[in-house]
């Protein structure tokens, strides 16, 4: 809208007003700003028909009274001790002339004529004051929708610009981008739309609304207007994943053990679930149920599918997922999709294994360790193959197990056991006497020993590729470190790390030059 009360009557026709405390009143009304926005904009235009009446160069001011309208117009001189401009600026002694008591940083106000607005005057002035009231709105309008970020607004589409869709807010215009609306919606002129404000910035033409249509946060305060028990905070929506206009997962949670949360948000057949699913235009949407237990929560976030077994490594941070061969189809789903969302929405790098496959793997890997434990302890065939099946895999592991341990192997008694751990000790030390033999005949420093990362078979795989001392370590890159330790899983934190640690000396050195 524009300002009615200034198309209504003219500039110079407001300046003569006796109402103009009304007029202001009424167009702070109508713009929904402050009343004194609305004086400041009209001095401004006042001050700039002076300016035009007296000269661009000068400082003149126009003022208002707040109680009775009345306007007066007057020149500012500043008081400085060093004239740069005798058109805005006066010196300390000509001040003193006209006002005994002024100080420097003061301003000597010389009254002007009342002003007598001429036809071109009045326009710019009327421009000048147009301009402030929109500049004050924008204001305005910046400190309401900042406040608003994260919720969901309502809007008019109004039109479209290069394939982003405006929307009218009422009193302000907000945009979807186009890489921010759902992949084959048809938003029209006239069309109601729902969408979440994610980002507000201000700018010289006024705020910049940024909205959307696929931000999973969107999706979240869907369900919290169609079910109540979240808005009431007795259901929590602890995750959202979303792959917009074709399927999302929500994670829901409910302390109260009485509540069932996944029922509340699908609603009575499914009215609360689908309600969300036709403003995503058909988004199919599974609710799951989030756990504490990250198994659980897992094997909830793969829903439909079917899981076995669920497999931690902490070493590489993946979690392997067991799936029976009937069930991959579902558990990875079109193009990956529901493996993809459940690993967003569990926060976690998901592999799907196939059972069959992960079996076949298992007792390659069970021969291979019974192979070494065999060879290593001099056992036969049978006990290798049980501490393989029971879970040990490595001779440190038996060394250093206790009696325990080994207690839900059948036929293993206290003498097998303690004979079992003697020899992994005694193989172990031989190892150790062995590798130390080496590391000394590759001639590795001290300082290389010290970085507590490094175990002896570490420090003599850097040996071998030739990096003995302390500095030879430093100059190697993160990723040069990586190469060296393939085999292992050494991870690219911990190679950060280590290499910094080689770099202390530098840093210490450098310091050291510099005082």
Known sequence: MGLKPIFFWSFKMLLENTELIQTAESIAMEKGIEKELVFQAIEKAISKAGKVKYGNDYDIRGNIDRKTGKISLARYLEVKKDIEDNLIEISLKDAKKKQKDIKIGEFIIEKLPDIDIGRIS????????????????????????????????????????????????????????????????????????????????????????????????????????EVPEISDNIIEIKSVARDPGSRAKIAVYS??????????????????????????????????????????????????????????????????????????????????????????????????????????????????????????????????????????????????????DFKAIEGFDENLIKDLKDRAIQNLSKKNKELEKKKSELNISKELENIKKFSLNDLIKLGENNIKKLDDLANLSSDELLDIFETTNLKKKDADEIIMKARESWFKEDKKSKE
């Open 122 to 225: 009045a326009q710019i002035a009327k421009q000048v004051l147009v301009q402030n009231i929109k500049e004050a709105e924008s204001v305005k309008n910046y400190d309401l929708y900042k406040d608003k970020v994260g919720e969901t607004v309502s809007g008019i589409v109004k039109r479209m610009e290069f394939g982003n869709v405006v929307v009218d807010l009422g009193n302000a215009e907000g945009v979807i981008k186009r890489d921010e609306m759902i992949p084959r919606e048809n938003l029209r002129r006239g069309d109601r739309v729902k969408t979440y404000l994610y980002n507000v910035n201000q700018d010289t033409k006024g705020p910049q609304i940024f909205l959307s249509r696929t931000h999973p946060q969107f999706l979240s305060n869907l369900f919290k207007q």
């Open 255 to 404: 302390s109260d053990k009485t509540i069932d949360p996944v029922g509340a948000c699908v609603g009575m057949r499914g009215s609360r679930v689908q309600a969300v699913v036709t403003e995503l235009q058909g988004e199919k949407i599974d609710i799951v149920t989030w756990a504490e237990d990250k198994a659980t929560y897992i094997v909830n976030s793969l829903a439909p599918a079917q899981i076995s077994k669920v497999i931690f490594e902490e070493e590489t941070d993946k979690i392997k997922v067991i799936i029976p061969e009937d069930q991959l189809s579902l558990a990875i789903g079109r193009k990956g999709q529901n493996v993809r969302l459940a690993s967003i929405l569990t926060n976690c790098e998901i592999d799907i294994i196939d059972e069959k496959d992960e079996k076949n793997k298992r007792n390659e890997e069970v021969k291979k360790t019974s192979e070494t434990f065999m060879k290593e302890l001099d056992v036969d065939e049978v006990i290798a193959h049980l501490l393989a099946t029971e879970g040990f895999t490595s001779i440190e592991e038996i060394g250093q197990a206790v009696d325990t």
